[in-house]
């Protein structure tokens, strides 16, 4: 959906509460040329409490990180930005939706040097429904290995969640869609399995779960904790330092994606190979049920993750 027909007015930029259509930047912008802001993608859910924002802490953590190989400073503090976040939730009466915090190197002059560019920030937050299409989740997507590869973590961090790091996603992405799949795997450097371009991987093998360890060039994400969480707590053996080879995808058992977009999305078939019966496996099932339970709060668990906007 356009953020057109959305029913949204206003975005926090710089401190203030400024209309939608007034969260302008310069064309000069440093960050537009060079890639060099840092971002964050963040889901709140509509619960019987009120909206409650996922794993805030986390995100802000990682926001945090992110900006250090940049030397971006904030300039505002973690209550600032979680107050901004929560009046954007609340006021807009927001029930489930995606929160984009985005810190970036503004405009002053266009050295790729950021010299005495302004850091800008900026928070929005809008519906946004299933980011793989509305059957994804429940009958899972096919996937294409892509042939981009994945920078690696020597080359940009890829622990640094980088606006300039999604034309690798972007490329990635748009060469599935135009092979006629939903989305990509994309490999590393290495040749092993990566990750999507906006989302981890998990595999089911004999029982056994399996994903991509930080050292193959993966983002540490967050949908990826809970995952790992959630299975544990289930029982369930996780290897969460694993290589997984090109091969391995087409014998798993079942595999998966994670994200706060993606959430936890089946996948069925890689390239022209099925998995397992070619739908959503059983520990998927599982896993992608334990986490909408957890979300939608229909359990107690962890309600340490859940910052609540209030009325
Ligand atoms: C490249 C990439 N990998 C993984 C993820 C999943 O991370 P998270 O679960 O923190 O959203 C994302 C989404 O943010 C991503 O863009």
Redesign the pocket.
Known sequence: MSFDEMDVDTIWMDGEFVDWEDAQIHVLTHALHYGTGVF????AYETENGTAIF?WE??LD?LYNSCKPYDLDIGYDREELTEATERLVREQDLGSCYIRPIVFYGYDSLGVSPGDNPTRTAIAAWPWGTYLGEDALENGVEVMVSSWR?HASSQIP?NA?TTG??VN?MLAGEEARRNGFAEAI?LNKEGDV???????LFMVRDGEIFTPGLAES?????????VITLAEERGYTVHDQATISRGELNTADELF??????EVTPIRRVDNVEIGDGSRGPVTEELQTAFFDLVERRTDDHDEWFSYVGE
């Open positions: 964050e993608g963040v889901r794993r986390e995100h990682r994945k890829t969640k790091l999604y996603s994309v990566a990750e999507g371009p906006g989302e981890n993966i983002l540490d994400g967050i949908t990826r904790d809970t994606f994670t994200g706060s977009a993606a």
